[in-house]
């Protein structure tokens, strides 16, 4: 299974301010997703981060407010924009591809405390 | 369109009770199954998984059956231990898309 890694593990930040969150794989994956994870909740697919493309997202989440970068078939961003407190969550991402294609393999994840 | 359904938690059970944690899904085709397990403050973890229907997933001593006909996929566990405490997260993939649909999620609390 591949390696992933998140930064930052966690934060604390202003209502109205920005955070990009990085997802790190140590191998190439053919696909990256990002999902959030509200306080006492499931998850919900917030996109599908796409390789030199537009990200492609669910119902319910848009661009202006989470902006997604992925320059590369192993590294992705996440910007939850213009924060309020109803963002706090943590924020995961998650690979597919390779050998085994159906399953998705999750990073640490980051914990975001928006005051 | 395609949903997981599991039992609400919490689940309280003493150590080495047997654990059972109920999950149905509803998919067109023949979705692949997963069970994922999220300790305190960490990540998802995927725990076992099946593909096909009567695939048996197993790990770290727990077992899920891929139950077409009933389309259930039940985790068990014979004896729990305090190290089991977590919640798990019963989940599937339908179709072509790859997206992972999850259940709720539940809180399964081991007492020494």
């Known amino acids: 299974s591949a390696v992933i890694s998140q930064k930052p593990s966690r934060d604390i930040c202003q209502r109205g301010t920005s955070l990009t969150i990085q997802c790190q794989v140590d191998s190439q994956v053919t696909m990256m997703f990002w999902y959030r994870q509200q306080p006492g909740q499931s998850l919900t697919l917030i996109a599908t981060?796409?390789?030199?493309?537009?990200?492609?997202?669910e119902s319910g989440f848009v661009i202006d407010k989470f902006p997604i970068s992925r320059p590369n078939l192993t590294f992705s961003t996440l910007t939850v924009s213009n924060m309020s407190p109803e963002d706090s969550s943590i924020y995961l991402c998650?690979?597919?591809?390779?050998?085994?294609?159906?399953?998705?393999?999750f990073g640490p994840g980051t914990r975001l405390t928006v005051l | 369109g395609d949903s997981v359904t599991q039992m609400e938690g919490p689940v309280t059970l003493s150590e080495e009770a047997f654990l059972t944690i109920n999950c149905t899904y509803t998919a067109t085709g023949y979705p692949s199954l997963f069970w994922y397990v999220q300790y305190p403050g960490e990540g998802l973890q995927l725990l076992l998984k099946?593909?096909?229907?009567?695939d048996k997933g197993s790990n770290k001593g727990f077992e899920a059956t891929y139950r077409k006909e009933t389309t259930s996929f039940h985790l068990e566990k014979g004896s729990v231990q305090v190290s089991d405490s977590a919640v798990y997260f019963c989940?599937?993939?339908?179709?072509?898309?790859?997206?992972?649909?999850f259940g709720t999620g539940t809180l399964l609390a081991v007492q020494p």
């Open positions: 989940a599937l993939i339908g179709g072509a898309t790859n997206k992972l649909i």
């Open positions: 998650s690979v597919a591809g390779g050998s085994s294609y159906n399953e998705q393999f």
């Open positions: 981060a796409n390789q030199g493309s537009e990200a492609t997202y």
């Open positions: 099946a593909t096909k229907a009567d």
